[in-house]
């Protein structure tokens, strides 16, 4: 055996400088750095042909090696995804049994699992229901627990998320839609009967039903949060654990790979929202739990959006926002900003009792005293609005020196409502002494002049006639 070697070494003298073995390539490295965003196999091969040189494959070997080694890799793993792009969501099918330490009955949580696509990265937790609040909320727990969100969101077709599902055009659920546009993400749901596209989420579901609920299975749980624990624990282990073919494991790859491209968390988290469809009632306002809000009011008759969360009521009409109001529980009563009114209706609502006593007393008592009267005669004080901004509009049209005149007569003759006040200015009886007044060196009562009324002469003439025959006869 040596000999041969001997002699095919005399016979076939390797070149000066020729190693005699290929540098294989770091097939591992090379499929996280394909994760990455810009990079090619082409330009990984040139980095790897400068580090061996005279020991590299060329680059079609280079590519076939790469590729053998991905076809050894899982089905899910074998994909290449963009760093930081996609994260896939789904439930698992196992439950869990919750027992109510009180009472022993039993109750069953759902377990909500994301696999992001570069990494790997897997997270759960358990959640009561499939149904959307859960489905939401458990969102966004998943982006705090990242510190940031991927840019589209890969959930199967659960009724919770997708309204209506297609493979070519599928319709979020209008809340799952508003919480991925508040991060700032997008939604692509996973096509129906495209099993490529739910590989990755479904290796991570039986990667959490192994590694973790098969650990849990004969732990009893008490309630939703101790199980919560409890996966949180086993779940930092699985994303720990050193992946068998790639370098690194799953946190690392997170942190290097996925992290780094993915989008910053927004100012404050999601805040739970419904929607619905209303119309604009004649009055501006559209009605939400028994509660009125007012939109601006040329939307009157016009089909609208309602945007509902615990704390806030918003509104939109063709897709922008409108008119926004804090939330309100009193069934049957008005919420109205001035903004949303007619021109007439502000100006009548600008108008409170304090604001018109002012405005009174600046014309005069007078006037201040019949604007108070319409406040205390009433029910209520709106009711004597109307009245009250007669007196102003009659004060802009014959001045405060009549209407306080007017004012002071309609109080004399024991008629303080705004039709007396009207009809002495039109009259122009506020022009003459109040009832009950004389003027200096008048009567009292001022003389009436008419062809049908005896004069003072006729009566002294009388009083002359009557005095002369009591004192004596007239002749026969």
């Known amino acids: ?64 090696l790469y590729k053998t080694f991905r076809q050894s890799l899982q089905r899910s793993m074998r994909q290449i995804y963009p760093a930081g792009e996609k994260i896939f969501i789904d439930y698992s099918g196992d439950k869990v049994t919750i027992i109510d330490r009180a ?175 209303a119309t604009v009632s004649i009055d501006y306002h559209v009605e939400v739990d028994g509660h009125y809000y007012s939109v601006p009011h040329p939307l009157v008759r016009q089909k609208i959006e309602a945007r509902l969360t615990a704390s806030t009521v918003e509104f939109f009409f063709k897709s922008k926002r409108v008119a926004v109001h804090a939330r309100a529980l009193a069934r049957g009563k008005f919420t109205t900003l001035a903004e949303h009114m007619p021109e007439a209706h502000r100006r009548h609502r600008e108008w409170t009792p304090g604001r018109l006593l002012r405005w009174a007393h600046s014309i005069g008592p007078k006037t201040q005293a019949i604007v108070q009267w319409q406040f205390d005669h009433r029910p209520h004080p709106e009711q004597g609005y109307r009245a009250c901004l007669g007196l102003l509009n009659l004060g802009k049209r014959y001045g405060n020196v009549r209407l306080e005149a007017a004012c002071q007569r309609a109080l004399a003759i024991g008629s303080p409502v705004l039709k007396s006040v009207k009809s002495i200015l039109e009259a122009r009886l506020d022009q003459q002494p109040p009832p009950g007044t004389t003027p200096e060196g008048a009567s009292a009562i001022p003389p009436v002049h008419h062809d049908n009324v005896r004069g003072a002469a006729y009566f002294q003439s009388t009083t002359q006639t009557s005095t002369r025959t009591e004192g004596e006869s007239e002749p026969c």
């Open 1 to 64: 055996m040596e000999h041969d070697a001997a002699l095919e070494a005399r016979l076939f003298p390797r070149a000066p400088g020729l190693v005699a073995a290929h540098a294989p390539p770091d097939c591992g490295y090379l499929h996280q750095e394909m994760k990455r965003p810009g990079v090619t196999l082409m330009l990984l091969w040139e980095e790897y042909a400068h580090a061996h040189p005279g020991q590299a494959y060329g680059y079609s070997q280079f590519c076939l």
């Open 103 to 277: 009472t022993g009955a039993m109750r069953f949580a759902e377990i909500f699992v994301a696999v992001l696509g570069a990494s790997a990265y897997a997270y759960a937790e358990a959640t009561w229901t499939q149904q959307l609040p859960d489905w939401i909320a458990a969102h966004v727990r998943l982006f705090a627990h990242l510190m940031s969100v991927p840019a589209l969101l890969i959930p199967d077709n659960l009724k919770s998320g997708i309204q209506h599902p297609c493979r070519y055009d599928p319709e979020a659920n209008s809340t799952y839609a508003d919480m991925a546009r508040h991060y700032g993400t997008a939604i692509l749901p996973a096509r129906p009967a495209a099993p490529r596209d739910k590989a990755h989420v479904e290796a991570g579901v039986l990667l959490v039903q192994r590694w973790i609920l098969a650990r849990l299975r004969n732990q009893p749980f008490f309630s939703l949060e101790e199980l919560n624990r409890a996966i949180r624990a086993l779940l930092a282990d699985l994303n720990n654990r050193p992946f068998k073919k790639l370098p690194g494991s799953r946190r690392s790859a997170f942190e290097t790979i996925d992290r780094p491209a993915m989008i910053p968390l927004p100012a404050t988290p999601y805040e739970f929202a419904t929607w619905k469809v």
